[in-house]
């Protein structure tokens, strides 16, 4: 009795077992979906809404991106202001647009709202006009792949920010991801295409896999606006610094090499890099990306919704949905998960503030050598040290999500900088003893972003009145403009023409 028992018992195990393998398998393979066309998606349409008549189930779950309820510890949709949350930031940035506005990131559909709101685009008054070039689109809109067909890319990146803005309405969205007939995924942005040329490789011979992760790395990556190159002089041509490798290290060499800057700084006069976002970077660098698990994996995953399996759109943070992101293949608990993530991100940040400390004390400290009338000779080798310093402080904090991706790497990158950092402070010390100040360097008060801003000076009145005089005229020209091009756009019903 109690062996046929257990004989039933194994046979429903053995059997429920099957399917769970079976579910893993069919998880694994493409979503399979009943697909009924409504509308021909024309080549270059840009808006995402035209795409949803044809795929509801992927169309909704991108506009969940409009969600910003969810707050992690660090990261997730909630909007919060960075420099407010670390006024330190603003001496690191200062004389760069960062010091006046940081907000963390959010959902795709906010990228237009959010480029148009943030002071760093400035207040222009027409075309021509404000301090942000063209080439800031670029990771914004599938209007960047229809404009860039319809006017060339060297004209795509051409002129100000204000000179495209009536051409770029539509959020992040299909077009810049999926090829409109064949849906399947492609790159759409020359940088990228450009950057796997400079490396000796062909992006049309990646695999499905590695696409699911390069779709992303058309923005979330590394980049800077090259005016030099040949044949393309005085255009800020956008390019991923990748021909000598990816690391922190083959990055600074690139750089270091043919003299570029991002910006000078403000006080210490140094030669700035600003890492922008390397996180398709220093993800290959972790051993998710190691055993060949994609972005798409933990930030899209499958889903089903009335027996329907499909990916989900709703790009965010995986902490907000550990299950169908994380426990598909690991089986700890949700909570267990969440801990192992906040776990690696509280210890990068524990020493990633140390030297955020040690490199705001060291642009005060220089801007007293430059003061007491320090030589260029002398700051050189400081100026230096002090640039790759906070390249490697922002390597690992922009990289947004590194130290969850690859967390040893974030914390050998931020050890690094340490060092680096420390070399420039002994070096200034000799140097202030040198100019006659044995003493510690007075230091400002940055308690609060208030603080901090005036103390660098920014007139934080005046730009913020130029962004609302820029909302109230120009803003709904761009979208009055938009309106009337879009409403000329023909969308074919399938039955019309086929
Ligand atoms: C193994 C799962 C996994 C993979 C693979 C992965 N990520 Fe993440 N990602 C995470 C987690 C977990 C976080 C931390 C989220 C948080 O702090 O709320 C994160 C954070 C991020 C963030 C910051 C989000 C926020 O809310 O602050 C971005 C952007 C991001 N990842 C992009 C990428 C890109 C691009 C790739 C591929 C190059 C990638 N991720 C691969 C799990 C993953
Ligand atoms: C065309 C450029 C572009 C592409 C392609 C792109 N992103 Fe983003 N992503 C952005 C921008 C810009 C933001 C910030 C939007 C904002 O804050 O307004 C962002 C934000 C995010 C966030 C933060 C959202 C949140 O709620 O915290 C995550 C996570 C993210 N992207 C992951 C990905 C992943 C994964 C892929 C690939 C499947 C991808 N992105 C592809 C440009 C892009
Ligand atoms: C940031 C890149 C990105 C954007 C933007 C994007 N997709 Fe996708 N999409 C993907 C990825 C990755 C997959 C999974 C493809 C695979 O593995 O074959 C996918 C899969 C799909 C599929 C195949 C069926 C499925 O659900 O797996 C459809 C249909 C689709 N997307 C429609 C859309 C629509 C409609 C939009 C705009 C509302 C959109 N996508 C925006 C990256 C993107
Ligand atoms: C497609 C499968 C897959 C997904 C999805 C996935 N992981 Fe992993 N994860 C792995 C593999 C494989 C390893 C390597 C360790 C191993 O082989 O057991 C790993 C390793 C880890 C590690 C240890 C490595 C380290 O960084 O120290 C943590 C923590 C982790 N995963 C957390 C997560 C979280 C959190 C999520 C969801 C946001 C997630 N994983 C999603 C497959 C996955």
């Known amino acids: 009795m109690k062996n046929k028992v257990l004989f039933i018992v194994t046979i429903i195990v053995v059997f429920l077992l099957g399917l769970l393998a079976s579910s893993i398998v069919n998880r694994k393979s493409e979503a399979k979906y009943k697909y009924v066309p409504q509308v021909n998606i024309a080549e270059n349409e840009p808006r995402n809404e035209v795409w949803g008549e044809n795929f509801p189930l992927e169309y909704q779950s991108y506009m969940q991106t409009l969600d910003t309820t969810f707050a992690s510890m660090q990261g997730g949709s909630a909007t919060h202001d960075v420099l407010a949350d ?25 990228a237009i709202e959010d480029i148009n709101n943030t002071l760093r685009t400035g207040g222009p008054k027409g075309d021509g006009d404000g301090p942000m070039p063209a080439t800031c689109w670029t990771c914004k809109s599938p209007d960047v792949p229809r404009l860039m067909n319809e006017i060339g890319i060297d004209e795509f990146y051409s002129g100000k920010w204000a000179d495209k803005g009536a051409e770029i309405v539509n959020p992040i969205g299909c077009a810049d991801c999926h090829n409109p007939k064949t849906m399947k995924l492609r790159i759409t942005r020359p940088a ?3 950057a796997f040329e400079s490396m000796g490789k062909d992006i049309n011979k990646a695999t499905h896999n590695e696409m699911r992760s390069l779709v992303c790395a058309q923005c979330h990556v590394e980049y800077y606006f090259n005016k030099n190159l040949p044949g393309k002089e005085g255009i800020p041509y956008l390019v991923f610094p990748w021909k000598d490798g990816m690391t922190v290290e083959d990055m600074e060499a690139y750089y270091d090499n043919i003299e570029f800057s991002d910006w000078t700084h403000q006080l210490s006069k140094t030669p700035m890099l600003k890492a922008q976002h390397p996180g398709y970077e220093t993800f290959t660098t972790g051993v998710h990306a ?25 790009i965010q943070s995986p902490l907000n949905n550990t299950s169908n992101a994380c426990q598909v293949c690991h089986r700890a608990e949700a909570s267990k998960l969440i801990e192992n993530v906040y776990d690696r991100q509280r210890k990068a940040t524990e020493n990633r503030l140390k030297l955020e400390n040690m490199l705001v004390k060291a642009h005060v400290e220089a801007k007293k050598c430059w003061d007491l009338g320090a030589t260029e000779e002398q700051m050189k080798p400081i100026l230096t040290d002090i640039r790759h310093g ?15 991706h690859s967390p040893v790497e974030t914390a050998r990158v931020i050890g690094s900088g340490l060092v680096i950092a ?28 208030a603080k901090a801003q005036e103390y660098i000076g920014l007139d934080m009145e005046k730009l913020k009145a130029e962004k609302a005089e820029f909302k109230k005229n120009l803003l709904p020209k761009w979208l009055e403009e938009a309106k009337e091009r879009e409403a000329k756009m ?3 019903a399938v039955s019309a023409t086929n």
């Open 86 to 110: 670390d006024p330190n930031l603003v001496i690191l940035f200062a004389g760069y647009g960062f010091s006046k506005d940081y907000n963390q990131g959010r959902g795709h559909a906010y």
């Open 192 to 194: 990228l295409v450009e």
């Open 290 to 314: 190691d055993r060949g698990v994609s972005c798409a994996d933990c930030h899209m995953p499958y889903k089903s919704e009335g027996g329907q399996k499909f990916t989900d759109h709703h």
């Open 390 to 404: 906070q390249w490697r402080w922002d390597y690992s904090a922009a990289a947004h999500g590194a130290s969850f």
């Open 422 to 449: 420390q070399e420039a402070r002994v070096k200034l010390a000799r140097l202030l003893a040198t100019l006659g100040h044995n003493a510690p360097v007075d230091f400002p008060d940055i308690s609060t972003k």
């Open 490 to 492: 023909p969308i074919n």
